[in-house]
């Protein structure tokens, strides 16, 4: 019993955290979070995060010479997370985004960040448990050019309660769509690598705060941290 609730704190947490999404101009990939924990039912987390990443994108047609480009983003949200049943939750984030690209070079202020998902176990064991995520992101980052992306991600992972500690791990489908625009040009663009593996850890500090560590792999390189309220 105390070994679930644990993971369900924890992976609120992170999930708070992974929900976020953006809204004018730029690809990054949302926070996922423990797949397998999720808010109890009629019960609000509210959490703040931040991620870095940095993720390669092919354009649609040679744009200023480039096939493809680097896109670096940094994000602060706020996500927020309600349980509609015992094995189910629903997220929604607000936040600031900024984009950058190296090909043509685009350097993107913050902008208005948005987004939303859902989160549900699937099995649940004495110590362990294996859920999936599923969420979109899309947000947009202006200055001196525009970068525009809407991404969705479908995860699945498992968890594993140990004491404070909830550790994590799984893989990742994640689709993007974005649009460029620079110097009166513009091309679309989708991301290199769709399938990727995301880790992590949720530390329980209180009987109602939580703190979290995730990094994603192989479809872009992102790291973020992130600090989460049970209510």
């Not at 931040?50 to 896109?71: H, I, K, M, P």
């Not at 599923?134 to 479908?154: I, K, P, R, T, W």
């Amino acid at each position: 019993m105390r070994s679930s609730s644990l993971v369900l704190r924890t992976g609120i947490l992170v999930l708070l955290v992974a929900g976020g999404f953006a809204l004018p101009d730029a690809a990054s990939a949302a926070r996922l979070g423990d797949p397998a924990s999720v808010a109890a039912p009629a019960r609000f987390t509210l959490g703040v995060e931040y991620e870095f990443l940095e993720r390669d994108v092919e354009f649609d047609s040679t744009f200023f010479g480039a096939n493809e480009a680097e896109l670096e983003s940094q994000r602060v949200l706020v996500r927020g997370a309600y349980g509609i049943a015992p094995n189910l939750e629903v997220f929604a984030r607000l936040g600031g985004a900024e984009a950058e690209t190296n090909t043509p070079s685009v350097n993107g202020g913050f902008g208005l960040a948005l987004g939303g998902g859902g989160k549900g176990v699937i099995f649940r064991g004495p110590n362990w448990a294996v859920g999936a995520v599923g969420q979109f992101l899309y947000y947009q980052s202006e200055n001196g050019g525009d970068v525009e992306v809407l991404e969705f991600d479908l995860a699945s992972g498992v968890s594993f309660a140990l004491g404070p500690v909830t550790p994590y791990a799984g893989l990742v489908l994640q689709v993007t769509q974005g649009e460029l625009t620079t110097l009166g040009q513009s091309r679309d663009f989708d991301q290199d690598n769709l399938i990727g593996v995301f880790f992590g850890m949720n530390y329980v500090a209180q009987p109602n705060i939580s703190l979290g560590f995730e990094a994603h792999l192989i479809h872009e390189t992102a790291v973020s941290l992130a600090l989460e309220v049970r209510f």
